[in-house]
């Protein structure tokens, strides 16, 4: 049996496949062939609509990703290179420190493994991962991650090392913190030195509080002794929940009201599932769509507490206890 594809469809294939043909068999390009490998929209362009503050930063490393690799002459060091884009991000010793804040950046963002995994790789394969390529290493990534991941390589850029031997942590702009913690952010001087360091930071909320909370030697209370990442299971994130969808491998729960940005916004239908979260704030909801969304789990809320004050509900908080970032708080 003989299928006929569309006229459009089989344009659309040959040119896919000439496209692909044509940076294979051209060796300066075969590095921007494993980066962009299908004829489509490049995803580092699609990176700058959900992070449009790394904008520049991402065409940048389109334009390096795409670059021919030839020999040149470092502008910086006055070595010469047969591969200038190569020597640029991974060999040129006056970038040195602005590198390995990249590389502490990437470690920091990514689970253990998975940056042992892409910093044993070498040099070719580390370089098409740092500028956008999914390969076998990194194509089980959550998509959330990565794009953090790449987002990120504009961030503290250009910035001095960080005061009193801190490393910088990035996270989540929403945090919980006891008194003790507030009270160190507002009046200790360290925590004012790497407030003034994170000024010329992209996203500088989101650097400021983790930084604080996973730097043990400053022995604020309540921060963490323990390694920065998130564990569904061991080291669950409690602050907020929020239903990222297919997107997400971790965040991803059916979604029954509607998607905005590639976000649940939470409806009706979404009650019996956030009646039984364990974290303390949701997002995120809309006063305008199905309103008695947010009036039934006001009415949840009253009633656990009026059934707590006459001894009818109690919060199981076992599981809270043996979290690792409780039991390892200082």
Request: glycine share 4%; charged share 20%; hydrophobic share 40%.
């Amino acid at each position: 049996m003989r299928i006929i594809l569309p006229e459009k469809v089989s344009i659309e294939i040959y040119e896919a496949n000439r496209w692909k043909s044509n940076l294979e068999n051209r060796n300066e390009l075969k590095r921007y062939s494993k980066i962009h490998p299908t004829l489509c929209e490049h995803r580092l362009i699609r990176l700058t609509v959900l992070y449009p503050d790394t904008k520049l930063e991402l065409l940048v490393l389109v334009a390096l990703g795409s670059a021919a690799i030839k020999k040149a002459t470092c502008t910086l060091c006055n070595k010469q290179s047969f591969d200038i884009v190569k020597h640029l991000i991974l060999e040129c010793h006056v970038l040195l420190t602005k590198r390995n804040v990249l590389f502490y950046k990437i470690v920091d963002e990514l689970p253990i493994q998975k940056s042992v995994d892409i910093f044993n790789l070498d040099d070719h394969d580390l370089l098409e991962v740092l500028l956008g390529a999914v390969n076998n290493t990194v194509y089980d990534l959550d998509p959330i991650v990565w794009s953090r991941m790449i987002a990120l390589t504009g961030r503290w850029n250009g910035l001095p090392p960080p005061p009193h031997s801190i490393r910088p942590i990035h996270g989540s702009v929403h945090i919980v913190a006891n008194r003790r913690f507030v009270e160190y952010i507002l009046f200790n001087k360290v925590a004012s030195d790497l407030f003034n360091w994170t000024k010329n930071a992209q996203h500088a909320s989101e650097i400021f509080f983790n930084t604080l909370n996973y730097n043990p030697h400053l022995n604020i209370s309540g921060s963490y002794k323990g390694v920065p990442e998130t564990d569904c299971k061991s080291n669950p994130f409690l602050t907020r929940f929020k239903n990222w969808g297919p997107q997400s491998s971790l965040f991803n729960w059916p979604c029954h009201g509607t998607v905005v940005r590639d976000i649940c916004i939470f409806g009706v239908g979404d009650l019996p599932l956030l009646s039984k979260r364990p974290e303390m704030f949701a997002n995120k909801f809309f006063l305008n769509y199905q309103p008695y969304t947010l009036k039934c789990l006001d009415q949840l809320m009253f009633n656990r507490t009026r059934d707590e004050y006459f001894n009818g509900f109690q919060l199981d908080i076992a599981k809270y206890r043996s979290l690792d970032f409780i039991k390892n708080a200082i």
